[in-house]
DNA sequence: GTTTCGATATCGGTT
DNA sequence: AACCGATGTCGAAAC
């Protein structure tokens, strides 16, 4: 799997060494050590020399990362051509992408080392506690929000947006939900007041909105009072006794 | 820089050269092999064993990479505390936050090799084209949007957000700008409209919404005209005189 | 600590 | 290819 290892590489070695790796196809590459990044594109960017660790995985996209956070100090998605050459003694990638156009070139000014090795497709993968989740719970049992519920829809497109859920309460009143996986802010509320105004502007009924997320910002909740809105807590992971019973599985 | 490299490290071997990696901070530590991963918080997620790449930086963020994308499989931004065991012969990685409540779980199932190095902060690092840059250009000089238009404020905050620019136009009208870096869609519209729609609601006179963008969505431009309000057209980078100047500098 | 907002957002689905 | 919306968004600044 560890295809092979450098140290303080020379650069023609180095370069020699990504330029295999890389037209091999399916190998990470990682170089770490003194580099600097340079960027342009959507914006553009420039990383003073400096220690940095560089990926490049083996569907072409770059990143490279600091000492700090999860976010790469610079990166490239998936990128139509990665090259490597040697300019003026220093090894250079340069991965490039076409639309958008965009550069990245990163000078390996001091590498402490290089290596490449293989990491093949995983096996699965499950997220729980999606908004798409929530949707499909939430439809098959509309009760959850208020009883009395029952569905009318899924994604309905309106002129500004696809309605998340709407649904007829005990009085006939349509309702329309908006889903948040998370705690809801201002924003989420504007998304509901446009549905909403939306659906009242075809439908002669009584028409009630509903934000439904498992919390709501302050300021989110005044705006939803004044707007005439409701707001319904609803657990994006799944109930507590399961919730539980799935943690104690996990840990 | 680089520490210490493990190929095929039996358990006990890797939770040792974990935990005193961890425990000595400033250190990169990476592990590549076959690994599972479970993440329990805002959600909950489990990746069956599979080849994967895991790197803790010395913040206490960890990030688990799969073979494709910018993004990782899975992460933890920076944790509270990290820990390493060995339960039922297999090391195993604890990453915990406290706020959200979240864990990361990394056990590994056959690791190919463990390494550890250091990566010092680096040097600095200058990002073009970002909005606030954009903010700054039209503030000091609004004609660039407009003939005649006199900058009001920057940032001036309404009952529904802040305000990106507010100017004054030759005829004297109140001029909401809405600025956006990239191609603006029809969130940025509606964003402009509650602006525009807020300022009327104090302002007797006349009051014009601008959005200024490098480009715009098709949908989003129908819905501006439908509104009223109006599309500018605003680079992001500098002028292609000095864009070219400066990608001629960077390659 | 909470809230807000930008981001080279990335990524996937749909048209 | 463009558009749209979710994201465990992350991360920083303002409050």
Redesign the pocket.
Known sequence: MLRAVLTRPAPDELAEFLAEALRDGGAVVQVAGELE?F?S?????VAEAGDYLLIVKPDG?V??HGP???????????TDDVRVTCEDGVAVLVAE????P?T?RVGFVAPEFAQAFELKDGGSFV?L??????QAALASDPSVIEPGLTLVDLEL?TD???I?LLARDASGALVVV??????A???AVH?LARYVESVRSVWPGAVRGILAAP???????N?LGALGLEFREVS?LPGPKQETAVQDALF
């Open positions: 990044v960027y594109g959507r914006a553009a960017s996209s990143q490279v700090r956070g999860v976010k790469p100090l610079n990166w490239q998605p998936q992408r076409f639309t958008p965009e990245l997220l506690g999606t908004e798409a989740e929530m497109p500004v947006g696809g998340d908006e889903l948040k996986r998370g705690r802010g201002h924003e998304q919390a709501v910002t302050a300021p989110a909740l705006r994006a």
